[in-house]
């Protein structure tokens, strides 16, 4: 599991979860880090008005309390106040303490309001250097981590965060899942390619995936590990999400490609995307990632 975890916390209801979370996740006698960021995006445009020592009395306050309420267990809990902007203090805090995980609670607004007010989040995904795991308001309580699941695209992003997931399952003591989402044939019908060539060339790559698949499974089964393969099709993250609840999966991890700039606002991310659309924990390993 993970030795040193930070948690992003606003103090609400989806923090608390992913403080449950992260204990699930932490290694024993492993370390939980809470970081209450001041936002001056919230701050500034109040300067002069708002008293910020009364807000980061009232925050140490609350932080204090957070601590007291999770020290009864495995984990060590530490705390932590810092100003500024939300995803880049948590960028600087999860490397100037040595952190290997960052798990935060997820509100999954949609449409309109999430457009406009951005998510913490996926900010989060986007750039931290180590992993991060997505907490929904879904998640059951208390319930503990038996099956996780794994999606791959065969890429050299999917199988750095192989070894996270098979760390996990061994670690754990899990069922694990391991998963290929083929997309649909019907997409390549706007090329000028015959049918029937598509056809064939659609059979030819899923026979291909099944090979690397079974390979995949070999390797993991040899360790003893307790694992099965599943060939999906449609949609990624809508094939991700009717699976992973069909099956109870109680955790997702996934590699991203670390797309920036316009290359991700063309693209799009398959990452981002599935942590919107799917209700489990999202475990994001960036390709960066050791």
């Given amino acids: 599991m993970f030795r040193k975890i930070l948690v992003p916390t ?31 995006g919230v701050v500034l445009p109040f300067d002069g008005v708002l008293d910020v020592g009364d807000l ?68 989060l995904v986007r750039g931290a250097p180590v992993p991060v795991c997505v907490v929904k308001s879904t998640l059951p309580k208390g319930r503990k981590i038996s099956k996780i699941a794994f999606a791959t695209d065969f890429s050299d992003a999917s199988f750095i965060a192989f070894e996270t997931f ?13 998963l290929h989402v083929l997309e649909d044939s019907a997409w390549m019908a706007d090329f000028a390619i015959p049918t029937a060539a598509v056809e064939e060339n659609w059979i030819k790559l899923r026979e291909h995936r099944k090979a690397q698949m079974a390979e995949l499974l070999q390797g993991l089964r040899s360790e003893k590990l307790k694992v099965e393969g599943k060939l999906l099709s449609g949609q990624p993250w809508t094939a991700l999400s009717s699976f992973l609840k069909r099956n109870e999966i109680d955790l997702l991890v996934l590699g991203t490609h670390g797309y920036r700039g316009l290359d991700r606002f063309f693209m799009g991310s398959v990452a981002e995307k599935t942590v919107r659309m799917v209700e489990s924990p999202v475990l994001v390993v960036p390709t960066s990632h050791n």
């Fill in 166 to 178: 098979r760390h996990l399952v061994h670690e754990s003591g899990a069922k694990g899942f391991v």
């Fill in 10 to 40: 606003d103090f609400g209801p989806c923090s608390e979860l992913a403080i449950g979370f992260a204990k699930r996740m932490a290694s024993p006698k492993g370390t939980i880090r809470l970081l209450y960021v001041l936002d001056e």
């Fill in 56 to 123: 980061e009395s009232s925050a140490m306050d609350s932080l204090e309390k957070l601590k007291k309420k999770h020290s009864r267990g495995k984990c060590k809990i530490e705390i932590a106040l810092k100003e500024g902007t939300v995803h880049e203090a948590v960028f600087k805090d999860l490397r100037e303490n040595h952190c290997d995980l960052c798990v935060v609670g997820s509100h999954g607004r949609k449409g309109l309001r999430r457009l406009l007010l951005g998510s913490v989040a996926e900010r």
